[in-house]
């Protein structure tokens, strides 16, 4: 069985994946934001491993949290799963894409990397210039997390690295009215994170409904990809 990290496991997508793939057997470590979300994720989700607490909007803590799952030793997947919908540029661009790159950065790479995107990524606009950070919106986010899954894949080939957009599903960030199931949302990064086969040994690839789908051309395009890290890199100080 697999040794497993969720961030954003306190709730939503992140909750559900986490009770699926214990239920399956793996060994499982969540994250959650404050001390107060951590006792009641864990009274919520029972049998996993262990939990870890850091508010991503925080990059001292967001460093934290590298460190905390480094000392738990490495883990076979990490999903990328925590991320925000209703909120300003600068909120969006730090957890929904710099805090991924730096706990991609510092944490030991897994065999399994899964980054959460979304099919709204395919309306974002390819940012790269710190000047236009405080324009950001959610799809630009998006974007570039995907863009980021891309540069990673390339560069650590000897892991599978990929996105996954779960849909429009009713959670806390897709509203009670979202018109896709919940429960499907969540199977192709569990499906990804717990199943050892052929199928999830693929890496570079964008991922609805457990099938390979096109993402935004720029994703795979050369220069946007250099554009991307090293506003990544300027923006936090750790190169990948």
């Known amino acids: 069985m697999s040794k497993i990290f969720i ?4 709730d939503g997508l992140g909750k559900l994946a986490a009770e699926k793939l214990i ?3 793996h060994e499982v470590f969540l994250h959650a934001r404050n001390e107060a979300r951590a006792t009641a994720t864990l009274e919520k989700i029972r049998g996993s491993k262990g939990i870890c607490i850091a508010d991503l909007a925080e990059m001292d803590q967001v460093k934290s949290l590298a460190n905390q799952v480094n000392e738990l030793g490495k883990m076979d997947t990490i999903i990328h799963n925590a991320g925000v919908y209703h909120a300003e540029a600068p909120s969006l661009f730090q957890i929904n894409v710099l805090a991924p790159y730096v706990l991609t950065a510092l944490i030991e790479m897994p065999e399994h990397l899964i980054y959460l995107s979304s099919g709204m990524h395919k309306g974002g606009k390819p940012v790269f210039k710190p000047e236009s950070l405080n324009q950001l919106t959610y799809s630009d986010s998006k974007l570039m ?3 980021l899954m891309r540069i990673v894949a390339d560069k650590f080939p ?4 990929n996105a996954v957009d ?3 599903v009713p959670t806390k960030m897709g509203g ?3 018109p896709e199931d919940l429960d499907a949302g969540a199977e192709t990064q569990v ?3 717990g199943i050892d086969s052929p199928s999830t040994k693929v890496s570079g690839e964008y991922f609805k409904h457990k099938r390979i789908r ?3 051309e720029v994703v795979k395009d050369s220069i946007y990809q250099k554009n991307l890290i090293h506003l990544l890199q300027d923006m936090s100080g750790i190169v990948l």
């Open 166 to 168: 779960p849909g429009w």
């Open 145 to 147: 997390l995907t863009t």
């Open 7 to 10: 961030t954003g496991s306190s």
């Open 214 to 216: 096109q993402s935004h």
């Open 23 to 25: 239920t399956q057997g």
């Open 176 to 178: 009670a009215n979202a």
């Open 191 to 193: 499906w990804l994170a």
């Open 158 to 161: 000897n892991s599978y690295v």
